[in-house]
């Protein structure tokens, strides 16, 4: 049942056009770009896809448009978190509808939420379709931590079956794969994925993904014939980019790269920033090296 949700799962960005509004055309071009770089699936309106800046109707619209170009060609992983249970039932109806494999959420941020009506949250959702559901785990941004003691609790629910690490906490991550039943593990840090492949993780879901696929799908299928080295080699290689784009803004720096790839972006949300003209300058440096296989 898991294989299908082990790989490279890239996160994917969610373009806009200049009058702000959902570019459908760039997602199919970015789906395809994506895939044309060997990637296993795609996890939709997560943190990448800013999904918290965007309405209920938009996150549907993106959700909609992502199957309609991947399904049946990639593994789909909605998520479908907010802090309102209602509303993140109601994106996994359509989730459902649209084909999805699986459902995802973080957990209800904001109001330091106890760790019962997490579960109440959890359960919830998952009880509103028949998919499959994986946690987020996100401490930084959602403010709860799952430990493995709260993900056996979780796994009571027959449909949680796997959990998207975002923590550099990989002892916990390690923990995650020796629970009372196998579970999906996902690394969640890009600059650390071949050592949470190293603990154990199944796969990686990453924001960069979108940038260069082929760099992480290189550095996936190098761990897994063996090549530690190879594979180590990989990761320095990616990190210098990373590097680069913690400098200007993540999302801002990979959506500007995929413009200078032809695929048309648009600006991140605000509250983020724009990048400056010294960003873009810095930005265009390094794109020989980005679309270097």
Do not use: W
């Not at 990637?39 to 965007?54: A, I, P, R």
């Not at 996994?92 to 997490?118: H, L, N, Q």
């Not at 032809?262 to 679309?291: C, S, Y």
Request: hydrophobic share 40%; glycine share 10%.
């Amino acid at each position: 049942m898991y294989q299908k949700f082990k790989g490279v799962i890239a996160a994917l960005l969610t373009p806009f056009r200049a009058d702000g509004s959902v570019n459908v055309d760039s997602i199919a071009k970015l789906v395809e770009h994506n895939l044309a770089g060997g990637v296993t699936g795609f996890y939709v309106g997560g943190s990448t896809g800013e999904s918290m800046l965007m309405t209920l109707e938009e996150r549907k619209t993106v959700m909609e448009a992502v199957a309609e170009v991947a399904k049946g060609r990639a593994t789909l992983i909605g998520h479908v978190g907010t802090i309102h249970t209602a509303h993140a039932i109601s994106l996994a109806k359509v989730a459902e509808r649209c084909g999805y494999d699986a459902i995802s959420a973080v957990a209800p941020f904001y109001y330091g939420f106890s760790y019962p009506a997490i579960k109440g949250y959890y359960d919830e959702i998952s009880a509103s379709t028949e998919l499959p559901m994986i946690i987020y785990n996100f401490p930084n941004s959602g403010g709860f931590a799952f430990t493995p003691q709260y993900a056996e609790e979780m796994l009571k629910n027959p449909k949680i079956i796997g959990i998207k690490h975002t923590s550099a906490d990989l002892y916990t991550l390690e923990r995650f794969k020796h629970l009372s039943r196998e579970i999906v593990v996902y690394n969640g840090f890009d600059e650390m994925l071949i050592a949470g492949l190293t603990m154990g993780a199944d796969g990686g879901i990453g924001s960069t993904y979108n940038v260069m696929p082929k760099k992480i799908v290189e550095l996936y299928n190098r761990f897994q014939s063996g090549d530690l080295a190879g594979a180590r080699a990989k990761q320095t290689e990616i990190n210098e980019i990373i590097a680069v784009f913690i400098k200007h803004g993540v999302f801002a720096s990979e959506k500007y790269m995929l413009d200078r790839m032809g695929i048309p972006m648009g600006e991140v949300r605000k509250p983020f920033l724009p990048l400056t003209e010294e960003a873009k300058a810095d930005l265009d440096k390094l794109l020989p090296e980005v679309v270097k296989a």
